[in-house]
């Protein structure tokens, strides 16, 4: 895997488009509803160019407004949807998850590395299980998560000196490992040993286990697997006991049937 360098513009760039982008990338799950001066600020536009993006995207469908405030219609979807039902990787994925969720009991998720963040794109939920606000789409800083050290293990050390120049690193939760040479030495282990354990930090309660899915013809990671558990009811030695050879095991089958579609194309 390679870190996502940006590319430059060039004479075939739109702006209007990177524009309209941006401003949808201002909303969130804590940014539902915004004014054009939210917009504007969160995606770095100036006022005029918010507000044409804005009116825009709401003559589209995918923008609506209240009381002066903006937000995402469903429409909005399409744009997700058209990449997941495209990967064929994702819906063999999904399928594992399932089988892996109701195996353990718990919940599991898979993750890809897109510029500093892991992104869910595939997921089982357990349940009865500790509530966590997690669904597709949903974006994290990779340096505070299991997946996402699993796939920084695979940056060469340009890239991974890239990444600590560029990411900033917020502290979640007290457990949460911000120091870049602790990080670096956390990230070397889960090279060497081939799985990352999360242990609170990034949320209080709950640690998770990941490991990663592999181009089996080019040893690149396409994504990472985790588990997710309570911190009350799951120790760290029966995460690593119980749930950790289901999970490499579970990898290992994606990582197959990947390869297998592959061929079939």
């Given at each position: 895997m390679n870190a996502e360098e940006p590319r430059q513009p060039s004479g075939e760039f739109v702006q209007s488009l990177s524009r309209g982008l941006a401003v949808i990338r201002a909303f969130?799950?804590?940014?539902?509803?915004?004014?054009?001066?939210?917009?504007?600020?969160?995606?770095?536009l100036s006022r005029a160019s918010a507000r044409r993006s804005l009116l825009t995207l709401e003559a589209l469908g995918y923008v609506g407004m209240q009381q002066n405030r903006f937000y995402l219609r469903p429409r909005v979807l399409d744009l997700g949807y058209a990449f997941l039902s495209s990967s064929s990787s994702v819906d063999t994925t999904q399928d594992h998850?399932?089988?892996?969720s109701t195996r353990l009991g718990e919940?599991?998720?898979?993750?890809?590395?897109d510029d500093g963040d892991?992104?869910?794109?595939?997921?089982?939920?357990?349940?009865?299980?500790?509530?966590?606000?997690?669904?597709?789409?949903?974006?994290?800083?990779?340096?505070?998560t299991s997946t996402g050290r699993v796939l920084l293990s695979a940056m060469s050390p340009d890239e991974l000196d890239a990444f600590f120049a560029k990411y900033p690193r917020e502290k979640f939760t007290p457990q949460t490992v911000t120091d870049e040479q602790e990080l670096r030495e956390r990230i070397a282990q889960v090279r060497e040993q081939g799985w990352a354990l999360n242990n609170q930090e990034l949320d209080l309660g709950a640690r998770s286990i990941a490991a990663p899915?592999?181009?089996?013809?080019?040893?690149?990671?396409?994504?990472?697997?985790?588990?997710?558990?309570?911190?009350?009811?799951?120790?760290?030695?029966?995460?690593?006991?119980?749930?950790?050879?289901?999970?490499?095991?579970?990898?290992a089958q994606i990582s197959s049937d990947i390869a297998l579609l592959s061929t079939q194309r």
């Amino acid at each position: 895997m390679n870190a996502e360098e940006p590319r430059q513009p060039s004479g075939e760039f739109v702006q209007s488009l990177s524009r309209g982008l941006a401003v949808i990338r201002a909303f969130s799950d804590e940014r539902t509803m915004l004014t054009l001066a939210d917009v504007a600020r969160i995606a770095g536009l100036s006022r005029a160019s918010a507000r044409r993006s804005l009116l825009t995207l709401e003559a589209l469908g995918y923008v609506g407004m209240q009381q002066n405030r903006f937000y995402l219609r469903p429409r909005v979807l399409d744009l997700g949807y058209a990449f997941l039902s495209s990967s064929s990787s994702v819906d063999t994925t999904q399928d594992h998850l399932r089988r892996l969720s109701t195996r353990l009991g718990e919940s599991c998720s898979a993750c890809e590395y897109d510029d500093g963040d892991i992104v869910y794109v595939a997921r089982a939920a357990a349940e009865s299980v500790m509530p966590l606000r997690v669904s597709i789409g949903r974006r994290i800083p990779a340096f505070c998560t299991s997946t996402g050290r699993v796939l920084l293990s695979a940056m060469s050390p340009d890239e991974l000196d890239a990444f600590f120049a560029k990411y900033p690193r917020e502290k979640f939760t007290p457990q949460t490992v911000t120091d870049e040479q602790e990080l670096r030495e956390r990230i070397a282990q889960v090279r060497e040993q081939g799985w990352a354990l999360n242990n609170q930090e990034l949320d209080l309660g709950a640690r998770s286990i990941a490991a990663p899915v592999v181009d089996t013809r080019t040893g690149a990671y396409i994504s990472a697997v985790n588990v997710t558990v309570s911190t009350s009811r799951v120790s760290v030695e029966e995460l690593i006991e119980n749930c950790l050879p289901p999970l490499l095991e579970t990898t290992a089958q994606i990582s197959s049937d990947i390869a297998l579609l592959s061929t079939q194309r």
